[in-house]
T-cell receptor, first 114, second 119 residues
């Protein structure tokens, strides 16, 4: 079974600085997709960024970018110019191509210090 | 686009009663909807997967007779917690996968969640 591991339960960063959240996953599949979701205090899950395994280029969405290391099965999220609104739980998630179920990591709570 | 609503957002019920939670995809049709449970400061735990017009598939350890799921249309799924007990108190989140995948392949769109408190 696939597993997703987020080894940092909590992280904090100064406003305007850059922070990287770690995620590793375990799979024997070649066709899969990876996601980072944000869950702010409202608890509404928001998709931050997605990465298709077949794409070599790292995904970017404005201040958010990923470092996708397929061989190492690593999928880290970099947040640049951190803002107070970035404070949230961040979940890394994995899904097999053709499957239905998302596999979530344990989450990382990100605090932004003003 | 891709908005999912849940109703109610918060419900308090007495032990032994049943409560129904609705999940609607407002601007798209969903072939598949998912129900999750989330305990404080923990990750999402998938309870069941429901496909429109067929029986839900429950995860191991989830009591199908206690958590009844109905996916009657491409825009509505309901979760009924039967004979609720205090240990069923939790945050329940639904998500939906669009029938029109396109570039959003495998993306799930999440509802805002329902906080259930059983007294």
């Amino acid at each position: 079974a696939q597993t997703v591991t987020q080894s940092q339960p909590e992280m904090s960063v100064q406003e305007a600085e850059t922070v990287t959240l770690s995620c590793t996953y375990d799979t024997s599949e070649s066709d899969y997709y990876l996601f980072w979701y944000k869950q702010p205090p409202s608890r509404q899950m928001i998709l931050v960024i997605r990465q298709e395994a077949y794409k070599q280029q790292n995904a970017t969405e404005n201040r958010f970018s990923v470092n996708f290391q397929k061989a190492a099965k690593s999928f880290s999220l970099k947040i640049s110019d951190s803002q107070l609104g970035d404070a949230a739980m961040y979940f890394c998630a994995y899904i097999n191509g053709g499957a239905q179920k998302l596999v979530f990591g344990q989450g990382t709570r990100l605090t932004i210090n003003p | 686009g891709a908005v999912v609503s849940q109703h109610p957002s918060w419900v308090i019920c007495k032990s032994g009663t049943s409560v129904k939670i609705e999940c609607r995809s407002l601007d798209f049709q969903a072939t598949t909807m998912f129900w999750y449970r989330q305990f404080p400061k923990q990750s999402l735990m998938l309870m069941a997967t429901s496909n429109e017009g067929s029986k839900a598939t429950y995860e191991q350890g989830v009591e199908k007779d206690k958590f009844l799921i109905n996916h009657a249309s491409l825009t509505l799924s309901t979760l009924t917690v039967t004979s609720a007990h205090p240990e069923d108190s939790s945050f329940y989140i639904c998500s939906a996968e669009s029938i029109y995948r396109g570039i959003s392949l495998y993306e799930q769109y999440f509802g805002p969640g329902t906080r259930l408190t059983v007294t």
